[in-house]
């Protein structure tokens, strides 16, 4: 499938083939049951698949606009929603919307929310009221997205990276995550932290502040903040993020989690 999608990439003559077609709506259906991932991890780190992400740009092109009904609703796009949540042993409260190509493990809980296509959700985690998981974004096991919480999707460029959260990680109410921004394992970000790939995250809980950009880093508990920035017109401050504290090791996640919450209770 991979060079059938990569060629006809490179020529969209092709894509008039039944063949072709085939491949990218195998290509499709596989992300769908998550039998493979846009970015999966690898030697410690992730790796991305570009020629998925090419798959679902072409499965664009040979969708046509179709009505789909799901009574009374009615929606009209060249995508449909994902079905059979029973079987999938997926929890879904109306009005969720799960878009088809996108994954949902077992024990998955979607609240009225809404996933992307490519997007994949592995177990345990809970997507929170009009939480969004964008287009192709990776959120691992025993996730929180709080309300509201916006995870950016990607598609193009295709060499960029999709928004990864790792496993047990609490992104608070009206937290938004965009352009690939990489959340390592066990990170906590407070409420209405915005994290983009300019985003300055400062690691202030030692002697001096360490900045960084991307990434945050493992057990991290973030806030936000501001810096200041002189301009020729002043002095003004900018959005930043503050990793103020580290998650104390537990055996037991949601007991870390809430004890994390109670210890920076004066941030959250």
Not at 89 to 103: D, F, L, M, T
Not at 186 to 203: E, F, M, P, W, Y
Request: hydrophobic share 40%; with cysteine.
């Amino acid at each position: 499938m991979k060079k059938v999608i990569e060629n006809a990439w490179e020529d969209r003559t092709l894509l008039s083939q039944s063949a072709v077609q085939k491949a990218i709506r195998e290509t499709i259906a596989q992300l769908d049951r998550g039998k493979i991932r846009v970015a999966e991890p690898q030697n410690g780190g992730w790796k991305v698949n570009e020629w998925i992400k090419k798959a679902v740009l072409l499965y664009f092109s040979i969708q046509k606009m179709e009505t789909v009904k799901a009574s009374p609703f009615e929606f009209h796009d060249k995508i449909g929603l994902k079905q059979h949540f029973a079987a999938q042993q997926v929890r879904v409260v109306p009005h969720a919307v799960a878009r088809y190509g996108s994954y949902l493990a077992p024990n998955v809980i979607l609240m009225p929310s809404y996933v992307n296509i490519g997007a994949y959700v592995d177990s345990g985690t809970m997507v929170d009221t009009w939480a969004t998981v964008g287009s192709c974004a990776q959120i691992g096991k025993n996730v929180h997205l709080s309300g509201g919480a916006g995870i950016g999707g990607v598609l193009e460029p295709l060499q960029a990276s999709p928004v990864i959260i790792e496993d047990n990680c609490f992104i608070g109410s009206r937290a938004i995550v965009v352009e690939g921004v990489h959340v390592k394992q066990g990170a906590v970000l407070a409420a209405n932290v915005v994290l983009t790939q300019s985003t300055k995250i400062i690691d202030v809980t030692g002697d001096k502040p360490v900045e960084m950009t991307g990434t945050v880093p493992e057990n991290s508990v973030v806030i936000p903040g501001t810096r200041s920035k002189k301009f020729p017109a002043g002095e003004f401050q900018l959005s930043c993020a503050l990793i103020i504290g580290k998650r104390k090791e537990s055996t037991d996640i949601k007991t870390s989690i809430n004890q994390t919450l109670r210890d920076y209770s004066d941030f959250f």
